[in-house]
């Protein structure tokens, strides 16, 4: 008989600027057991993001650093990494996070910081891009979940998923069709990474198998 060794949940820390519904679908997913981990700390940098309400709720501890509080960015990211450090954050996820780290910061957290951007990577880096998505005619856009690099949403790629542009879209529709898929493949990136599936290889992600793998396939585009 083997004995499995008994592994602590993963230690995660959501890092957020708004809105917070990507920090509620990690939330969920810890509480449904999807993801075999803990929210041990939930960082705004904006005192008015209703993300911090949500956790609230939900027991998570808080806490609010204000970007404009520092002349530079280094001294916001040291105090930023301390109080992650405290946390024994082992997983730190940006989820709606306006802020650009610094390269001390990325470095410092190599393979364990990892971010959520509205568009298939690499088109379409920086903001306001479900716009640029539209403006540039596309046909499909979506979500990506990737490792950060210091290069502002670059790094190897997790998970993405699809979308189609319609011809009636406006930023605002095509921001919600992503979104709602955006809160399939963060948990689901989360998952895997806790249960130490995610092999990184110069650029690329591999995904280690596991029995619940079925048949990789898209069967139907709106699906
Ligand atoms: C999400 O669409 C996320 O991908 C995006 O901000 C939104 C936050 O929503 N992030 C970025 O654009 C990062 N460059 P939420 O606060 O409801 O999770």
């Not at 602590?8 to 990507?22: C, D, E, M």
């Not at 509620?24 to 008015?48: R, T």
């Not at 979500?143 to 979308?163: M, N, R, Y």
């Not at 319609?166 to 399939?184: F, G, Y």
Request: negative net charge.
């Amino acid at each position: 008989m083997t004995v499995e060794p008994v592994r602590q949940p993963l230690r995660i820390a959501v890092l957020i600027s708004g809105g917070g519904s990507n920090l509620q679908a990690l939330m969920d997913g810890c509480a449904s057991g999807l993801i075999p981990g803990q929210i041990v700390l939930v960082i705004s940098n904006n005192p008015d993001a209703f993300g911090l309400e949500r956790a609230k709720k939900q027991q998570i501890p808080t806490q609010v650093i204000d970007h404009r509080r520092f002349a530079v960015r280094a001294s916001f990211d040291q105090v930023l990494a301390h109080a992650l450090d405290e946390a024994g954050a082992e997983l730190i996820c940006l989820a709606g996070f306006m802020r650009v780290l610094t390269a001390d910061f990325v470095h410092y957290y190599a393979g364990r910081l990892i971010n959520i951007h509205p568009a298939l990577l690499p088109a379409f880096p920086g903001i306001h891009v479900q716009r640029q998505a539209i403006e540039a005619g596309v046909r499909f856009s979506g979500a990506t979940v990737h490792f950060v690099v210091p290069e502002v949403d670059a790094g190897p790629i997790i998970i993405q998923a699809v979308v189609p542009v319609l011809a009636d879209d406006t930023h605002e529709s095509l921001a919600a069709r992503i979104l709602r898929q955006e809160h399939r493949i963060y948990p689901l990136a989360v998952r895997w990474f806790a249960q130490g599936r995610l092999r990184l290889e110069q650029n690329r992600v591999h995904l280690l198998e596991s029995e619940e793998d079925g048949e990789l396939a898209l069967i139907h585009p709106m699906g």
